[in-house]
C-alpha cells in the first residue's frame, strides 16, 4: 500500500511516498518559488507535477494514481478541536479555514494542498495530521495563560504548542530505544532547528511545552524572540512608533540568534565567527550562550512539573547535527539531574509518522 504525504508551506509543497507494507520512502521531493513569474502557478499546479513525477512512463515509481491509497497531510492549526489525526470530511475542511485565523501562514498552503489532491487525486481518502494535536492533553494549569478569562472564551487566547508531531514521533522512538514502555517513562524532547521547542511527555502524553499561541513564544531561535516581557514590546513600540506590523516582523524575523548575534539565524555560521575574535565573535557566543540557557532552564522546569525525568531527547536541524549542545548541557546539568538520566539523539521523521497515521485511519475506514 502506497501512502503520499504532502507538507504545503506558503511558497513549496514537498512530498514523499511510502510504502507502508515494506515500511519504506519510495520516493521524496520538493516543488519550490510556488506563485513566482516563471515558476509553479499555484499549490494545485504543484500537486499536478507532483502525480506526474510519481508516474510518469520512464522512472516512475507506481503505475498509476490508483496505487495510492491514502494522502496524509501536515497541517499546523487544529485548535482544540482536534485532539488526533482525522479524516479529511468537508466539516473538517471547515475547522481548518476557521484555525486559518490562528495560522495564517500555514492553514491557507495545507488547504490549497487538499483541495489540489481532491481534484487531480479523486476518491482517494484524505487525512490530516495536526502539529497542535499532541499538545491536546495539556492541563488547563499549563495551557491558560494570566489573562482575563473573557479572551480564552472568546478568541480562544491559550498555549496551543507546534512541531507535536516530532514530538510524539522522538518520544515513541526514545521508548522503543529505552525498551520501556511509554505509559511508564517522564521525557523532555527538545526539537532544534530555525524554529524550536521543548515538550515535557509524561507517560507518552504531552503535559507542557515551549511554544504557545503562536510559535513565537519559549526558546531562542533563528529568527523569533522566544520569552520577552511583553511590556518591552509595548515600550518599543511607542518609543519608535511602530506599526503592529513592523512590530510583528521584528519580533518573528530580526530577533532571536540572528538579532543577538548581528550575523545569521544559522547556527552553522554563528559557530564559525564565535571562534574569531572582535565584537563579533562576542555577539555569537552570547547568541549561543542565551540558546542554551533557555534549554537548561526548560529542563529543569519540566523536570520539576513531572516530578522527575527518565531521558532528554534532542532532534531537528540543530539537534541533530550538533553533538556538543548534548556533551555541554549534560556536563552542565550533572549535579541537577540523577545519573540514569540519558540524554539521546533521535532523527525526527514526522513525515513517517504522518503516513502510519493516515494507513491507520484508512485501515479503520
Not at 513565537?216 to 524572540?225: A, F, I, Y
Not at 518609543?239 to 540568534?257: C, F, P, Q, Y
Not at 574569531?276 to 533557555?294: L, M, Q, S, V
Not at 539537534?319 to 555541554?328: D, K, Q
Amino acid at each position: 500500500m502506497f501512502i503520499l504525504v504532502i507538507n504545503c508551506g506558503s511558497s513549496s509543497v514537498k512530498y514523499q511516498l511510502f510504502d507502508v507494507a515494506k515500511k519504506k520512502c519510495r520516493a521524496k521531493g520538493l516543488v519550490e518559488r510556488i506563485g513566482r513569474a516563471g515558476a509553479c502557478k499555484d499549490h494545485r499546479a504543484a500537486i499536478g507535477i507532483i502525480v506526474n513525477t510519481l508516474t510518469k512512463k520512464r522512472g516512475g515509481v507506481i503505475k498509476s494514481i490508483n496505487d495510492i491509497r491514502g494522502i496524509g497531510h501536515r497541517v499546523v492549526h487544529g485548535g482544540e478541536e482536534f485532539k488526533e489525526s482525522t479524516l479529511i470530511t468537508k466539516k473538517v475542511v471547515r475547522s481548518i479555514e476557521k484555525y486559518s485565523e490562528l495560522a495564517p501562514l500555514h492553514n491557507p498552503p495545507s488547504l490549497s494542498g487538499i483541495r489540489g489532491c481532491s481534484e487531480i487525486l479523486k476518491g482517494i481518502p484524505q487525512v490530516a495530521v495536526f502539529d497542535t494535536s499532541f499538545h491536546q492533553t495539556m492541563p488547563q494549569r499549563a495551557f491558560l495563560y494570566g489573562l482575563p478569562s473573557r479572551y480564552y472564551k472568546r478568541y480562544g487566547i491559550r498555549r496551543y504548542g507546534f512541531h507535536g508531531t516530532s514530538h510524539r514521533f522522538v518520544s515513541e522512538e526514545a521508548a522503543r530505544i529505552l525498551r520501556r514502555p511509554a505509559k511508564s517513562l517522564k521525557l523532555v524532547t527538545c526539537h532544534l532547528g530555525n524554529g524550536c521547542s521543548m515538550t515535557a511527555v509524561s507517560g507518552g502524553k504531552s503535559i507542557d511545552t515551549s511554544m504557545g499561541f503562536t510559535p513565537l513564544e519559549g526558546l531562542l531561535m533563528g529568527t523569533r524572540s522566544g520569552d520577552l516581557d511583553p511590556a518591552a514590546v509595548i515600550y518599543i513600540l511607542q518609543k519608535e512608533k511602530l506599526t503592529l506590523a513592523r512590530v510583528n516582523d521584528i519580533l518573528n524575523k530580526e530577533s532571536g540568534l540572528l538579532g543577538v548575534s548581528g550575523v545569521s539565524n544559522d547556527m552553522r555560521d554563528i559557530l564559525k565567527k564565535a571562534k574569531n575574535n572582535g565584537n563579533t565573535a562576542k555577539r555569537c557566543k552570547t547568541a549561543i550562550d542565551i540558546f542554551i540557557y533557555r534549554i537548561k532552564k526548560y529542563i529543569g522546569a519540566y523536570q520539576a512539573a513531572m516530578g522527575g525525568l527518565d531521558a532528554v531527547i534532542f532532534t531537528a536541524g540543530v539537534g541533530e547535527n550538533n553533538p556538543w549542545i548534548v556533551r555541554r548541557i549534560s556536563k552542565d546539568l550533572k549535579d541537577v539531574v540523577s545519573g540514569k538520566v540519558k540524554f539521546l539523539t533521535i532523527p525526527t521523521n514526522e513525515e513517517l509518522l504522518i503516513a502510519r497515521d493516515t494507513y491507520e485511519i484508512i485501515k479503520k475506514g
